[in-house]
């Protein structure tokens, strides 16, 4: 179906040129494609400006971009501080994560806000960098939250986040829409297989679904592997999805068999890798509300996280917790899960887990949020 345009609609645009990876570009891309399924929207011209990462991730055989006003795949260059000017003619902008720095756009920003720099203590993620660098990420963060700080609403992911801007300040009208996992999970029609040899049936695969940033602690799964290989050699199978260069670089001082590297995949090909592992280990060290153990959950494979709250908050007993700063408690958690706990304790917390997420928000009631803040907004 595609949109009916009246002169007296309000013109919207909802912007993803800056998302290029991870989490983000998964949003975008689940947000959009249930826009198309959603259907018309009353009195709005929705256009679309997309980044090339979340194109790709848009299969053409099921989204139908004709159903939009204008579509168009555009480096995020090409929208910036100095020709934010050139986006007046739009009365909403919808930056779906932000920061986004548009001065002389005067009419209503609306921004999500999903950056975990800004919203929790960085002293453990900030020890990943060199002093300098150090120094360079606390200033970068610091103009992303004057940016925020710009927009007239802002969008965040749990009522805790939103808490923890308030203390911090934050004057802005702030909602929260609640991250789900994608249609595409309820949707086999539109899965893609993977047919990789990384994926070993004779070892317990342990995938890790991750982009390559530094608070997401990569390298200590490297040392984790190391470590579990001493104890259990030929046991663990630890599967990435990085760009080849970025597994390069992380493994570059370990060359161990039990790491290998699947690549980037797309939103289609996740049920496929979940299908094909045994279960998700996520050490990081900052986040704000990451949908991959909903991913696990529903996919029905234990996942392992940081013992940290922005994981608590989320999965509460749902998730196996571990300190991602001990090797050995790591370890000790895993074999405990593997070796220790009995066939029945593990099936009755992975269905328990499977009956939490499957109650959670769907993707379709996240995109009905995103409408009316943007229509209302308008």
Request: with cysteine; glycine share 4%.
């Amino acid at each position: 179906m595609k949109i009916i345009n009246n002169e007296s609609d309000k013109n919207i645009l909802i912007n993803a040129t800056n998302l290029t990876e991870g989490g983000g570009v998964q949003v975008a891309t689940s947000f959009l494609k249930d826009l198309v399924v959603l259907g018309s929207l009353r009195n709005a011209k929705l256009s679309v400006y997309v980044s090339s990462a979340v194109n790709r991730n848009l299969d053409e055989n099921f989204f139908n971009k004709k159903f939009f006003a204008d579509f168009k795949v555009v480096d995020s260059k090409e929208i910036n501080f100095l020709n934010s000017y050139k986006l007046n003619n739009y009365d909403v902008v919808f930056t779906i994560f932000g920061p986004m720095f548009l001065p002389f756009y005067k009419n209503k920003h609306i921004s999500g806000l999903a950056q975990p720099w800004i919203v929790y203590p960085v002293a453990d993620a900030i020890k990943k960098f060199t002093f300098l660098m150090g120094l360079f990420i606390r200033f970068k963060y610091f103009l992303a939250a004057y940016i925020f700080k710009r927009a007239d609403t802002l969008i965040v992911e749990s009522n805790h986040i939103k808490c923890l801007l308030i203390e911090k300040g934050y004057v802005n009208h702030i909602e929260v829409v609640e991250n789900s996992v994608s249609g595409i999970f309820f949707e086999k029609s539109e899965w893609k297989e993977i047919y990789s040899e990384v994926f070993n049936s004779k070892k317990i695969n342990l995938g890790i679904l991750s982009a390559g940033y530094p608070h997401k602690n990569l390298d200590f799964v490297i040392n984790l592997a190391e470590d579990i290989e001493s104890i259990y050699p030929q046991t663990f199978n630890f599967i990435f999805t990085l760009p080849d260069a970025k597994f390069h670089d992380l493994t570059r001082h370990k060359k161990l068999s039990s790491l290998a590297n699947l690549g980037v995949i797309s939103l289609q090909e996740c049920p496929s890798f979940y299908n094909q592992i045994d279960g998700v280990i996520l050490p990081s060290l900052l986040e704000c509300f990451s949908i991959t153990p909903y991913e696990s959950m529903l996919m029905k494979k234990v996942v392992f996280v940081s013992d940290r709250v922005f994981f608590k908050k989320s999965c509460f007993d749902h998730a196996i917790y571990f300190n991602p700063l001990l090797l050995n408690h790591a370890v000790s958690v895993i074999k405990d899960w593997y070796f220790d706990k009995s066939e029945t304790t593990r099936n009755e917390h992975i269905c328990a887990a499977y009956k939490f997420v499957n109650s959670r928000c769907r993707s379709t009631s996240r995109a009905k949020l995103y409408t009316k803040i943007m229509t209302e907004q308008a």
